[in-house]
Every structure is written in C-alpha cells, then in structure tokens.
C-alpha cells in the first residue's frame, strides 16, 4: 500500500531534549516536506526536498533541522524543542518538486507537545 | 505566489451540492489551482487540480472560468463523512526549476447536516 508514515504518531517531552520525528514514503517520491499544523494557522511548510540531499527552508524554518540521506526517508530534528514548537506536525511527498504534481500524500501526522 | 481568499465556514444538509469559491486575484500564467480536504487530525488529502474551464473526477468538480480569479469546486450530493476543511491552493508550474511550493490558508470548514 502506497504511503507516508511517520513516528512516533505522539510526543510529550520537555524543553532542550533533542527529538526527532521519522518519516518514510515507498512511493519513489522525489519530494517531500514537512509541515505543522496550529489552531487558526493552517498548515505551514518547515522544510522541503527536491531530492536526495537536496534540502531548503519553508515558511518556518527556525528551530528545525532536516536531513535527506536516503529517497524514502525525510527525518525532522528538533535539537532543543521549546513550548512554541507544541504543534502537529505532518510529512508529505510527492512524485516531484516540479511540474503538475500537486497532488502531495500526506502521513498521518505527529502530535508533539513540549512543556 | 497568489494569495487565496475562501469563505472560513459553510454548512449544507445531506443530499445537497456544495460550491466552495475560491478567489485568487493574482493568479499567474503558470498557477494551476488544487484542492484538498482535511479531515480532523489526519493530513490533507488532494481532491482535484485544474487550470482552466472544467475539471470533474469521481469525487468532485472544479469550475474554473476564462479570466482564472476565480474557482468553484463543487461537491455533489454531499453526505456526513464530507464534513472536513476544504483547502484552495494556487501554485507555480515550475517546468524549468524552482519547486512546487505549497500554501494552505485556514481553508473552509464545511459541516453537513443530516
């Protein structure tokens, strides 16, 4: 079955402790990118990937790392998360950055809180 | 990017077809138009794309007219489970480079009705 999974799927930790959210597609998606989800915000981009090692900062980049070692995984790092960082978080891919290829399949999302 | 204006909620009753319309004043040459739905706690799901005139798959049709400000997607004989935010987006068409960048407003939350 086609798609994007991440872990954990929930997260309760404490200020400073480094995380880090998995998430993998078997879909030989080119792209991918994560996402958070805030009351009243939508959902916002945090970083993307064209490709394998091929990494670039979205609309809320701060806090955040990202690598893109291999195709299929797209890890989130938050290195010392803090309260503001309490939010859903989801991973999507698609076939490729560019071109007719909006359709992005997103996972079924991470509920992260930080106290 | 072109901004997207949508009413933030709607209602409707089962049975009945939906039209959500989407503005999006400075759309560009290259901007296809896309919709997905949300359901609570779950990621987005795409729902159908177009560029101009009319669109229609198996779960929804999207009206698009000539000067392209504007698009309906349309929901027929909705149900319960469609109660969900609806999320207009307007993107690049970006053949030689750059990246499909994606912005979701606060969509429209549709609640159906028995």
């Known amino acids: 079955e086609a798609q994007v999974t991440q872990n954990p799927r929930y997260l309760i930790t404490v200020t400073g402790k480094k995380l880090t959210v998995t998430c993998s597609q078997n879909m030989n998606h080119e792209y991918m990118s994560w996402y958070r989800q805030d009351p009243g915000l939508g959902l916002r981009q945090i970083y993307y990937?064209?490709?394998?090692?091929?990494?670039d900062k979205g609309d809320v980049p701060e806090g955040y790392k990202v690598s893109r070692k291999e195709k299929r995984n797209f890890p989130l790092i938050l290195e010392s998360p803090s309260p503001n960082q309490t939010s859903l978080y989801f991973c999507a891919s698609s076939r490729s950055g560019t071109g007719l290829s909006y359709e992005q399949y997103f996972g079924p999302g991470t509920r992260l809180t930080v106290t | 990017l072109a901004k997207t204006t949508q009413p933030i909620s709607m209602d409707s009753y089962e049975g009945q077809e939906v039209n959500i319309t989407c503005s999006h004043n400075?759309?560009?040459?290259?901007?296809?138009i896309t919709w997905y739905q949300q359901f609570p706690s779950q990621g987005p799901r795409f729902i159908i794309q177009g560029y101009k005139t009319k669109v229609t798959n198996e779960v929804a049709s999207l009206f698009i007219p000539a000067d392209r400000k504007s698009s309906t997607l349309s929901l027929p004989r909705v149900s319960l489970s469609d109660t969900a935010v609806y999320y207009c987006l307007v993107g690049d068409f970006a053949p030689s480079g750059g990246y499909n960048k994606l912005i979701f407003g606060a969509g429209t939350r549709l609640a159906v009705h028995p």
């Open positions: 400075n759309i560009a040459t290259n901007d296809y």
């Open positions: 990937s064209m490709n394998v090692e091929v990494t």
